[in-house]
């Protein structure tokens, strides 16, 4: 994923990125959460059956399997932004 650092929509950010740099960021990102559906979610999901496991899943399972996720996504962001603001204040004290 470090390929995503030297990005033009990165590299270009606050000076002006263009709506096509940010599009193909996002495809390149989308483009790496498929390979992790091919690699680590194929290990991790599919049964070696002809289904996948959300296919098979109880709406019992597949409810807490959601739920469980997007605490994760809410724990990501939390941290994310934690990081924001501790980078910021250090800037802010160094500038």
């Known amino acids: 994923m470090s ?8 590299i270009d950010h606050g000076k002006g990125v263009y709506s096509e740099d940010l599009a193909d960021f996002t495809r390149q990102l989308a ?3 498929a390979q992790r559906i091919a690699t680590v979610g194929d290990e991790q ?3 070696a059956i002809e289904l996948q496991k959300f296919e098979v899943s109880s709406i019992d399972q597949y409810v807490n399997e959601l739920v469980e996720e997007v605490a994760d ?7 994310i932004t ?6 910021k204040r250090t800037i802010g004290e160094n500038a």
Do not use: C, M
Request: proline letters at 0%.
């Open 31 to 33: 483009e790496v959460a």
């Open 73 to 79: 996504i809410f724990a990501y962001a939390s941290i």
């Open 3 to 10: 390929f995503l650092v030297d990005h033009t929509a990165v």
């Open 45 to 47: 999901y599919n049964d």
């Open 82 to 87: 934690l990081k924001a603001i501790a980078l």
